[in-house]
C-alpha cells in the first residue's frame, strides 16, 4: 500500500514537474521555431566574431533596409546596411571602419579613385559593396562616411529631398538674391522711376501699409503698378519671383 502510495507521490511530482517546466519550455521552442527560425545560435559560442561576420556575409545579395528612396539615402545609412558586412571587421583585408592607419594610404589615392573603386569594384572588393540598387552618389557617401571617420574631409554628393530642393530654389536669401540683382536691382537698388527702394523702410512700408505682403506681391506679379511692369520684366518662374519681393520686403524691416 505504502509502496503505490509512493510511487502515486513520485508521479503527482513527474505531472508537476512537466507542467511548470515542460510545457512553458516547449510552447516557447515551439515559439521559438516560428518566430525565428532555428532560434539558438549554438555558433555564437564556439565561433569568433570574424568567422560569424564572414559566414553572415551573403556577397552579391545585400539589400539596403531603409525608408528613403533608392537615390536618397545617406552615407551612414549605405555603410550601417552593406559596407559594415566587411568594413565593420576589415574583413578579407578591407581597410576597418574608423582605423586611421588602414585608411590613410588609401585616402591618399583621393576621393574620386576611391569612390571609382568602390563603384566598380576593386580586387576582393565587390562594385558597390556587392548591392546592386545602391546609385551612384549613394556609393559616395558611403566612401566619403567612411574615409570621413577615418581623418579625411571628402565633400560627398548631397542628398536632395524633395521639400530641401525646393525650398533651397526658393530661398529668398539665395534665389531671390539673384533674381534682385538680375532684374529688380535697375529700378529698386535707386528708387528710379518712384519704386520703393531697395533697404528703405519707409518706402516699402508706404506700399504694404495696411496690406498683406502676399496680396501686394501677387498683385505687382499679375498687374504691375505704374512703372513697374507686370513680374518687374522678369522672364523665370512666379514662385522665383516672389522670393524676389520677399528677399527686398525682408530687407526693409
Ligand atoms: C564583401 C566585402 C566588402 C564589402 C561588402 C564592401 N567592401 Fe569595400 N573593400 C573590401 C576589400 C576586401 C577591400 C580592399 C581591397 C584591396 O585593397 O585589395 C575594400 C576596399 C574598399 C575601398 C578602398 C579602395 C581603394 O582604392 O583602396 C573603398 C573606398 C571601399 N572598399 C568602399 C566600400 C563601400 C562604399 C562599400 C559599401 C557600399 C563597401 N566597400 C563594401 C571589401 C568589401
Ligand atoms: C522698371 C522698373 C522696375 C523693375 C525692373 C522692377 N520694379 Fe518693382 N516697382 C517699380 C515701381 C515704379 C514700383 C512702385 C509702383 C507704384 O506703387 O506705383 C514698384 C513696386 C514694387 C513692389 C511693391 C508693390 C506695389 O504695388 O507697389 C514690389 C513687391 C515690387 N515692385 C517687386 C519687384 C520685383 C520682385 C522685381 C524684380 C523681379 C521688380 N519689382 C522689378 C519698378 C520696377
Known amino acids: ?15 508537476v514537474v512537466l507542467g511548470v517546466v515542460g510545457v512553458p519550455l516547449f510552447v516557447f521552442m515551439v515559439a521559438k521555431l516560428y518566430t525565428s527560425g532555428s532560434g539558438v545560435n549554438l555558433g555564437l559560442m ?19 533596409v531603409d525608408s528613403a528612396p533608392i537615390g536618397q539615402r545617406s552615407g551612414k545609412i549605405v555603410y550601417e546596411n552593406v559596407c559594415i558586412s566587411c568594413h565593420g571587421a576589415g574583413l578579407m583585408g578591407s581597410p ?3 582605423d586611421s592607419g588602414a585608411w590613410g594610404p588609401r585616402i591618399a589615392k583621393g576621393y574620386e579613385t576611391l569612390w571609382t573603386h568602390a563603384i566598380k569594384g576593386f ?10 540598387d545602391l546609385t551612384d552618389d549613394e556609393v559616395k557617401r558611403a566612401v566619403a562616411y567612411m574615409a570621413d571617420q577615418a581623418g579625411a574631409k571628402f565633400e560627398a554628393p548631397a542628398v536632395a529631398t524633395a521639400s530641401g530642393a525646393a525650398g533651397a530654389a526658393l530661398d529668398p536669401e539665395t534665389k531671390g538674391k539673384e533674381v534682385y540683382e538680375s532684374t529688380c536691382q535697375a529700378c529698386h537698388g535707386t528708387g528710379a ?16 501699409q495696411g496690406k498683406k505682403p502676399e496680396d501686394v506681391i501677387e498683385n505687382v506679379l499679375k498687374n504691375g503698378n ?7 520684366g522678369y522672364s523665370g518662374s512666379d514662385d522665383e519671383f516672389r522670393a524676389a519681393a520677399h528677399y527686398m520686403i525682408n530687407h526693409a524691416k
Request: no cysteine; aromatic share 8%.
Open 1 to 15: 500500500m505504502s509502496g503505490s502510495n509512493t510511487s502515486g507521490v513520485q508521479s503527482f511530482i513527474t505531472y
Open 46 to 64: 564556439t565561433m569568433t566574431n570574424e568567422a560569424i561576420q564572414a559566414r553572415l556575409q551573403p556577397v552579391g545579395t545585400s539589400k539596403v
Open 96 to 98: 576597418k571602419f574608423g
Open 123 to 132: 580586387n576582393a572588393m565587390p562594385a558597390r559593396g556587392g548591392s546592386t
Open 193 to 208: 522711376a518712384g519704386a520703393p527702394k531697395f533697404g528703405n523702410k519707409a518706402d516699402w512700408s508706404a506700399k504694404l
Open 226 to 232: 505704374g512703372a513697374m511692369p507686370p513680374k518687374g
